[in-house]
């Protein structure tokens, strides 16, 4: 893929609503359709905008091969630690070396910006939920490139399995703002039809 996603091997968990056709988000990219050629997902975008899924992951490219959104969640190992607290820590500590390593391997002059690491609410995610995000750039096949990344991690299942949740969304660093405003609505368009997973708001950015 053009736009070289970022490839992070980790995921995390929410069921994804389904979403009809009214309430499509309002800053997709022109000219949007549904597309619904999948047995797992479904998700809006134009109609040259194409996608590659399974059953717990998808990810999404704008037809000049230029912007990406990457979804996906799984149960895994719990971080190690004696503690809740160390056991995020260890987490997301392995998941930024991860990521780093993903990015230079795609990117030159890389940077990335790390949000702190925050439990999200029991109401909206269940207990023990946390977030990580993360500003990244870097310069690739002549251009600047910019994106955000997001990593979520609950112990809600512990304290040997765990679940994760990635999204990723890259775009040229010009007109970054009208692209990451476009990729964001394309990702709340998103519809899952597959095996079950435990509650929450995936698509929610609180």
């Known amino acids: 893929m053009h736009a070289m996603p970022i490839a992070v091997t980790i995921a995390v968990v929410c069921s994804v609503g389904l979403l009809p056709a009214s309430a499509l988000p309002t800053e997709l990219p022109p000219r949007s359709i549904k597309h619904q050629n999948s047995q797992y997902w479904s998700w809006a975008g134009p109609r040259n905008w194409v996608s590659a899924d399974g059953a717990y992951g998808i990810t999404i490219v704008s037809g000049n091969g230029l912007l990406t959104n990457d979804y996906g969640f799984s149960s895994i190992l719990?971080?190690?630690?004696?503690?809740?607290?160390?056991?995020?820590?260890?987490?997301?500590?392995?998941?930024?070396?991860?990521?780093?390593?993903?990015?230079?391997?795609?990117?030159r002059r890389v940077a990335v910006d790390s949000s702190r690491i925050r439990q999200l609410p029991e109401a909206g995610y269940g207990p023990l939920y946390f977030r990580q995000g993360f500003a990244v750039s870097g310069r690739a096949e002549g251009r600047d490139w910019r994106g955000e990344v997001i990593l979520d991690y609950s112990l809600a299942s512990g304290p040997t399995y765990c679940f994760a949740r990635n999204q990723s969304r890259t775009a040229p660093a010009q007109g970054f703002r009208t692209s990451i405003r476009q990729?964001?609505?394309?990702?709340?368009?998103?519809?899952?039809?597959?095996?079950?997973?435990?509650?929450?708001?995936?698509?929610?950015?609180?």
């Open 183 to 206: 990729l964001r609505s394309v990702q709340d368009s998103i519809a899952y039809f597959g095996p079950g997973v435990p509650g929450g708001s995936p698509n929610q950015e609180d």
């Open 78 to 107: 719990c971080g190690n630690g004696a503690s809740v607290q160390e056991s995020v820590a260890n987490y997301f500590a392995g998941q930024r070396s991860t990521l780093r390593q993903s990015l230079r391997s795609n990117w």
